[in-house]
T-cell receptor, first 112, second 112 residues
Framework: GDSVTQMEGPVTLSEEAFLTINCTYTATGYPSLFWYVQYPGEGLQLLLKATKADDKGSNKGFEATYRKETTSFHLEKGSVQVSDSAVYFCALSGGGSYIPTFGRGTSLIVHP | NAGVTQTPKFQVLKTGQSMTLQCAQD?????MYWYRQDPGMGLRLIYYSASEGTTDKGEVPNGYNVSRLNKREFSLRLESAAPSQTSVYFCASRDRFVTEAFFGQGTRLTVV
């Protein structure tokens, strides 16, 4: 079945540091890929998405590129802020199944 | 737009008690999902409903039942709560033509 693997956290950074959170996937067909963000005490909300190979999703300074050859969708941000502290989930849907499949989440902690 | 609304937001149950978690969406989505979130485990699918009138088991269905009451509402029932069901429960919905899922704010359930 479909699966998503993302790097374990927590990831701890200083403000203005560069962020990378790795995500790889296994799926049949051609899934859409997503990054969701969860702030403390809240539900998940979509951060960005890409629906086909080589697409780049971007939002709020975050970016991720759909790499079919490496089955990856790594999340990056050039300069993180304290307000980016949250849990980030990589996800896919629409490959072999229409059920959204999530990674385990990566906690990001940004210090001033 | 309300999006996906879950009730209640918090609940404490005694072992053996029953309760129903309610979920409603106002986006006319076909598919709805119940997940539970536990530390280090990410999101695990309990049950889903691909369309009105259908429900199917997910990864961790034991101890739960669901009802797709109509296109808007998808409820999750715990017949006899156990401490292992202490978790945060999320309802989500998705339209077949829009690939991302939309989440409620979650229900934080403690079983003592």
């Amino acid at each position: 079945g479909d699966s998503v693997t993302q790097m374990e956290g927590p990831v701890t950074l200083s403000e203005e540091a560069f962020l990378t959170i790795n995500c790889t996937y296994t799926a049949t067909g051609y899934p859409s890929l997503f990054w969701y963000v969860q702030y403390p005490g809240e539900g998940l909300q979509l951060l960005l998405k890409a629906t086909k190979a080589d697409d780049k999703g971007s939002n709020k300074g975050f970016e991720a590129t759909y790499r079919k050859e490496t089955t990856s969708f790594h999340l990056e941000k050039g300069s993180v802020q304290v307000s980016d502290s949250a849990v980030y989930f990589c996800a896919l849907s629409g490959g072999g199944s229409y059920i959204p499949t999530f990674g385990r989440g990566t906690s990001l902690i940004v210090h001033p | 737009n309300a999006g996906v609304t879950q009730t209640p937001k918090f609940q404490v149950l005694k072992t053996g008690q029953s309760m129903t978690l309610q979920c409603a969406q106002d986006m006319n989505h076909n598919s709805m999902y119940w997940y539970r979130q536990d530390p280090g485990m990410g999101l695990r699918l309990i049950y889903y409903s691909a369309s009105e009138g259908t429900t199917d088991k997910g990864e961790v269905p034991n101890g739960y039942n669901v009802s797709r009451l109509n296109k808007r509402e998808f409820s999750l029932r715990l017949e006899s709560a156990a401490p292992s069901q202490t978790s945060v429960y999320f309802c989500a919905s998705r339209d077949r033509f829009v690939t991302e899922a939309f989440f409620g704010q979650g229900t934080r359930l403690t079983v003592v």
